[in-house]
């Protein structure tokens, strides 16, 4: 590992001194591309490139500009593999003799035109998101920029009858592949109770696609089931890729958790190109999934056939798109932006049309986009794939997200950063890496940076927690008998227990010091199965010893091992005390005539709430109609929004109302819903708040899709307090400020929850 380290640091030594002017022009060309991508991508409605994969462009043009030696030669290359999806751009190193003559761009006379250009509520960055989405207004919606279709996926379904009832569960098996790189597909699973037809089980790998395009096996585990079901089994597929499915075998498991056929299906007997029997398209359940075709093809995994789900995804394709908002460009309007420092940029931001076609047409000027052959893995941990990924963020954060004023450090010099750490290495780690310490500039608790199937660094647990109290790193809770709670961590691995926290800082977004340490907890002790940690312990006396711990706890089951448990119970002196994490709404309005007698209820929102929100309703003297989430309108680029669309939750009042004593107990692992929860409370001054400020970061996440099957979840959308005062960076403000405390954790003792009933009592 230290020669590898070493080996790093004298390349990277390399790169910015011994051949400082190549290498920094190198990163000069890719800074200018990575601007330029956004501009061609999200800004430029020119009907060429809506009919590329402007993906794969980026990577093509990177592949050919990263080694250009000047300024000149740069402009050039971007110039002319550029105006064939941008009629109307110039790039020039003088900014004042780039302007290109509107007249040009206006359509012939005697032609009817209607105005085509971008609007992005939010921003859509794929799939089917009702939320942020992106149009390009009386344009043709292609594969790349299609948002508002509801229904576009294809489904392939066999139903399996009522079956008796296996007391320890079943198994699909399915094996299936990509047809071509950067695409995706699942399997999936649903069982609807035989009598009521209600569903019981449902799954469908959202969080672990299919991208490979070799044949692998695939399974998804069904638990028991009480009453007989309906079993629906099948795949599906989104526009843009095309799945082969083979060899389904559908088991139950006997007594001895051995796996027994119910049926096989290998399509065989099956004619080329003919739907597959005992198949159809849909889910069995309404018209969902049928936006496609499936049929029999040649290729099976072992056998001769297999099936090959098609999506209808060209159908739509002359569909024009309709205005999000009303707010346009004022005719033609032309974009300036320099796409690193010395280079401009211009180019039109919006086109007239003629039938859903830009005019001038790049063909009409002279330029034609030739395809070229490209060979890259677009799900591989490489260069072409890294660099696009990067191009997206940096956009993403730069046009995008919500919150620039937070963001303190230079977003620009942070991306060249970012470049050089990826032309250092593609390796996945350190890919990995690089994009969680990028996209945390952006100081938003929402930032989660995830890979599709599993993350380089590993999602595994030793059975213990920690927090840092009182600037000491403390076990809080510990299923291991070497680790006892209180014990103080001095060192980690060989380092200062707070410096190897510190250096894991820069991994992790987050808009308050409160929630950067929540997940500092677990970012320290993540890694990959059956990997050791070396800990150094002080006990309770001030003795040292080593422990040596293992992380053998996937993330579902170590965060499962110590949440609290309870939800609803009477504490003392007829005081409720209500875990929101945990009690789901059905249960507290089985309580709610006992607690509106109560002396007073304590609502404990340290943590999510479970759906519970209605709970407000009981609360509130009157009607609401505050507007405190804000989704931005953007026409133009740079994070400047031309309005907002305002919205809330428009809460009434509910019986019984609990005129008792309320208190609320909170701290920074509240995020998002918790904030929206606890915004009414703080807003309208409901309840005393005890405790710490939440993570300051809410309203509905947003995700970017990567190549190579990465994906960045952000904050979409601006969200104020009640009253329009910021909420991001600051959170929901305690009216009794209150920390944990190195001697009440010893003492297993809840400072926070004994403070609320102190406060309950008087």
């Given at each position: 590992m230290k020669k590898r380290l070493l080996f790093l640091t004298l390349l990277h030594v390399s790169l910015v001194h011994s051949q400082s002017v190549s290498d920094q022009q190198k990163l000069r060309n890719l800074h200018a591309l990575g601007s330029l991508y956004g501009c061609v991508r999200w800004f430029n409605p020119a009907t060429e490139a809506g009919e590329i994969n402007l993906n794969e462009w980026s990577m093509k043009v990177a592949r050919k500009v990263m080694d250009a030696p000047n300024d000149n030669a740069l402009i050039?290359?971007?110039?002319?593999?550029?105006?064939?999806?941008?009629?109307?751009?110039?790039?020039?190193?003088?900014?004042?003799?780039?302007?290109?003559?509107?007249?040009?761009?206006?359509?012939?006379?005697?032609?009817?035109?209607?105005?085509?250009?971008?609007?992005?509520?939010?921003?859509?960055?794929?799939?089917?998101?009702?939320?942020?989405?992106?149009?390009?207004?009386?344009?043709?919606?292609?594969?790349?920029?299609?948002?508002?279709?509801?229904?576009?996926?294809?489904?392939?379904?066999?139903?399996?009858?009522?079956?008796?009832?296996?007391?320890?569960?079943?198994?699909?098996?399915?094996?299936?592949?990509?047809?071509?790189?950067?695409?995706?597909?699942?399997?999936?699973?649903?069982?609807?109770?035989?009598?009521?037809?209600?569903?019981?089980?449902?799954?469908?790998?959202?969080?672990?696609?299919?991208?490979?395009?070799?044949?692998?096996?695939?399974?998804?585990?069904?638990?028991?089931?009480?009453?007989?079901?309906?079993?629906?089994?099948?795949?599906?597929?989104?526009?843009?890729s095309s799945l082969l499915v083979d060899d389904l075998v559908f088991y139950y498991k006997d007594s001895l958790q051995s796996l027994k056929p119910i049926w096989f299906y290998n399509f065989e007997q099956d004619a080329e190109g003919a739907m597959p029997y005992t198949f159809s398209t849909g889910i069995g359940k309404g018209e969902s999934g049928k936006a496609g075709s499936v049929i029999t093809t040649h290729s099976g995994y072992k056998s001769v056939r297999c099936a090959r789900l098609i999506p209808k995804e060209f159908e739509v394709k002359n569909q024009l798109g309709k205005p999000l908002f009303k707010e346009k460009p004022n005719g033609i309007e032309m974009g300036k932006a320099e796409l690193v420092q010395g280079i401009w940029l211009q180019w039109p931001m919006s086109m007239y049309s003629l039938k859903g076609n830009t005019y001038p047409s790049a063909a009409s000027l002279g330029y034609t986009y030739i395809p070229d052959t490209f060979t890259s893995n677009l799900n591989a941990d490489n260069l072409d794939n890294h660099l696009c990924g990067l191009f997206i963020l940096y956009n993403v954060g730069k046009h995008f997200y919500p919150y620039p004023e937070v963001v303190k450090a230079n977003w620009d010099s942070a991306f060249d950063q970012a470049l050089l750490q990826t032309l250092i290495s593609q390796e996945e780690l350190h890919y990995y890496r690089n994009l969680q310490r990028f996209s945390a500039i952006l100081n938003d608790g929402h930032i989660f940076v995830s890979r599709f199937g599993s993350v380089?660094?590993?999602?595994?647990?030793?059975?213990?927690?920690?927090?840092?109290?009182?600037?000491?790193?403390?076990?809080?809770?510990?299923?291991?008998?070497?680790?006892?709670?209180?014990?103080?961590?001095?060192?980690?691995?060989?380092?200062?227990?707070?410096?190897?926290?510190?250096?894991?800082?820069?991994?992790?977004?987050?808009?308050?010091?409160?929630?950067?340490?929540?997940?500092?907890?677990?970012?320290?002790?993540?890694?990959?199965?059956?990997?050791?940690?070396?800990?150094?312990?002080?006990?309770?006396?001030?003795?040292?010893?080593?422990?040596?711990?293992?992380?053998?706890?996937?993330?579902?089951?170590?965060?499962?091992?110590?949440?609290?448990?309870?939800?609803?119970?009477?504490?003392?002196?007829?005081?409720?005390?209500?875990?929101?994490?945990?009690?789901?709404?059905?249960?507290?309005?089985?309580?709610?005539?006992?607690?509106?007698?109560?002396?007073?209820?304590?609502?404990?929102?340290?943590?999510?709430?479970?759906?519970?929100?209605?709970?407000?309703?009981?609360?509130?003297?009157?009607a609401e109609k505050a507007k405190w989430m804000h989704i931005p309108h953007y026409l133009y680029p740079g994070a400047k929004p031309v309005n907002y669309t305002d919205i809330g939750w428009n809460l009434k009042p509910s019986k019984p109302k609990l005129k008792t004593k309320v208190i609320f107990i909170t701290n920074g692992t509240a995020i998002s819903y918790a904030e929206s929860f606890m915004g009414y409370i703080e807003g309208y001054k409901l309840a005393s708040i005890i405790g710490e400020p939440t993570a300051g970061s809410n309203g509905n996440i947003n995700i970017m899709q990567l190549p190579g099957a990465y994906a960045i979840s952000f904050t979409g959308m601006k969200v104020t307090k009640i009253d329009g005062s910021t909420l991001h960076g600051v959170g929901i403000t305690p009216t009794i400020p209150m920390k944990r405390t190195v001697s009440r954790v010893r003492e297993g003792r809840d400072e926070l929850l004994e403070k609320a009933l102190e406060e309950a009592g008087k």
């Open positions: 050039d290359s971007l110039s002319r593999l550029t105006l064939p999806i941008m009629p109307g751009m110039r790039i020039s190193n003088n900014p004042e003799a780039i302007s290109y003559p509107k007249d040009k761009l206006q359509i012939p006379k005697g032609k009817k035109g209607v105005l085509q250009y971008w609007q992005h509520h939010g921003v859509n960055l794929g799939g089917n998101n009702q939320t942020y989405k992106s149009v390009l207004v009386n344009g043709k919606h292609s594969l790349n920029n299609r948002s508002d279709n509801t229904n576009t996926f294809v489904s392939v379904v066999r139903k399996t009858p009522s079956l008796p009832v296996s007391n320890t569960g079943y198994v699909l098996e399915v094996y299936a592949r990509c047809s071509r790189p950067n695409q995706r597909g699942y399997i999936w699973v649903r069982a609807d109770d035989e009598k009521s037809g209600t569903t019981v089980f449902f799954e469908n790998m959202n969080g672990r696609p299919i991208v490979d395009t070799n044949w692998r096996k695939y399974t998804i585990e069904i638990p028991a089931q009480k009453h007989g079901v309906n079993f629906y089994t099948g795949a599906y597929t989104i526009p843009g380089p660094v590993g999602r595994f647990y030793p059975n213990f927690f920690w927090e840092r109290i009182e600037g000491k790193v403390i076990i809080t809770s510990s299923l291991l008998k070497e680790l006892k709670v209180g014990n103080e961590v001095v060192s980690i691995n060989g380092q200062p227990a707070n410096y190897w926290f510190d250096s894991l800082a820069v991994f992790c977004a987050a808009a308050t010091p409160g929630f950067k340490e929540y997940r500092l907890n677990t970012a320290t002790i993540e890694g990959k199965e059956g990997t050791e940690m070396e800990l150094g312990l002080l006990d309770q006396s001030g003795k040292l010893q080593m422990v040596s711990v293992k992380r053998t706890t996937n993330v579902n089951s170590y965060y499962a091992n110590f949440e609290n448990t309870k939800t609803i119970e009477k504490l003392r002196d007829s005081i409720w005390y209500i875990n929101l994490d945990k009690a789901e709404m059905s249960f507290i309005y089985e309580k709610l005539d006992s607690l509106a007698e109560a002396k007073a209820v304590i609502f404990d929102l340290r943590g999510y709430p479970a759906g519970n929100h209605a709970i407000i309703q009981h609360l509130l003297p009157k």
